[in-house]
């Protein structure tokens, strides 16, 4: 059968998936913490895919190192991009910003006394929640995108770049980008299922969000293929979508959503400027002969017929 291991693959995927959220819902609040599982998901299925239906195996799977300029290089590049998000939220009066960090910590310590627990009590000793806050805003920006973060972003990385995208690649070009894209999206949608809600938000709100995080989507699949491509490396590609995470996290103590339907359009509209960048360097050419320069890279993945057209990478 053509494509059997991508099929298989997808079964599995949602075989896993459906048993987290299944798994969250029975446990109720508890269930959220079910979701650092459900990362896990893309690459345990690739990796059983791989074991049992896919004869290559690994010799494709590109767990190589990878150049370690490569890894300061994204990294940076992922602070400048969600320097960019933040930037624009402001402009569209999405965030208020609070660089104290007072009331994100209020409301952390609310949090803690609902549940019959005091803040202070959770911390090491000699540490208040501000240098703990400082601690964690540091580490986001730096270290935490090496561990535990490079093994979150494996889990996504290993499976929706590193099997699921030249698969859909092999079929077409745009079928990798844009059928990756949005199935990429709709991976994450069920994590709002495990996620305790805090407010109700209109039917009407919540169908143009998932449009606008759609296309989203969409870019920031785009960014980190070309990444995984570039690099040759999953782990390069890992670093990159997690440092993005995190660096988003660490600012996001020290902001206060005022509409969080602009905010995720300030998000889009950030990586619609990068692809868009991208495009204009000819560092992404949607089209079908102008991608076997990753043959290198990514062993059969491309048709070996095809030639490079010069200048492009992706």
């Known amino acids: 059968m053509k494509h059997k291991s991508l099929i298989i693959y997808f079964v599995i995927l949602v075989t896993l998936c459906a048993g987290f959220v299944v798994g969250a819902r029975v446990m109720g609040k508890q269930g959220a913490y079910l979701a650092q599982g459900y990362m896990m998901t893309p690459a345990i299925a690739a990796l059983i895919t791989r074991l049992f239906f896919y004869k290559p195996r690994f010799k494709n799977a590109n767990l190589r190192f990878g150049r370690a300029m490569d890894y300061l290089k994204y990294w940076l590049i992922a602070l400048g991009i969600t320097a960019l998000s933040y930037g624009i939220y402001t402009l569209l009066g999405a965030i208020r910003w609070d660089l104290s960090g007072e009331i994100f910590l209020e409301r952390l310590g609310e949090q803690f006394t609902t549940t019959g627990q005091d803040i202070n009590d959770t911390l090491p000793p000699g540490f208040t929640p501000k240098m703990m806050l400082w601690i964690f805003t540091l580490g986001g920006l730096t270290v935490f995108n090496i561990m535990p973060g490079l093994i979150s972003g494996f889990g996504e990385e290993f499976g929706h770049r590193g099997f699921m995208f030249p698969a859909l690649y092999r079929i077409k070009p745009w079928v990798g980008f844009i059928v990756g894209g949005l199935l990429w999206f709709a991976w994450h949608i069920p994590i709002s299922f495990m996620m305790p809600k805090t407010v109700e938000i209109p039917v009407w709100t919540t169908i143009i969000n998932y449009l606008i995080l759609a296309v989203g989507s969409l870019c ?78 990514l062993p059969n993945l491309m048709p070996s017929q095809y030639e490079k057209p010069k200048g492009a990478i992706l």
């Not at 590609?237 to 997690?242: D, P, R, V, Y």
């Not at 995720?264 to 002969?289: H, S």
């Open 220 to 297: 920031t699949f785009a960014y980190l293929a070309y990444v995984y491509v570039k690099s040759g490396s999953i782990f390069v590609a890992s670093i990159a979508h997690i440092a993005m995470n995190n660096a988003a996290i660490s600012l996001s103590y020290f902001v206060i959503v005022q509409n969080q339907l602009l905010a995720n359009l300030g998000l889009t509209l950030a990586m619609l400027i990068v692809v868009l960048i991208m495009v204009y360097k000819r560092m992404l050419v949607f089209d079908e002969l102008s991608y076997t320069g990753t043959i290198g890279q």
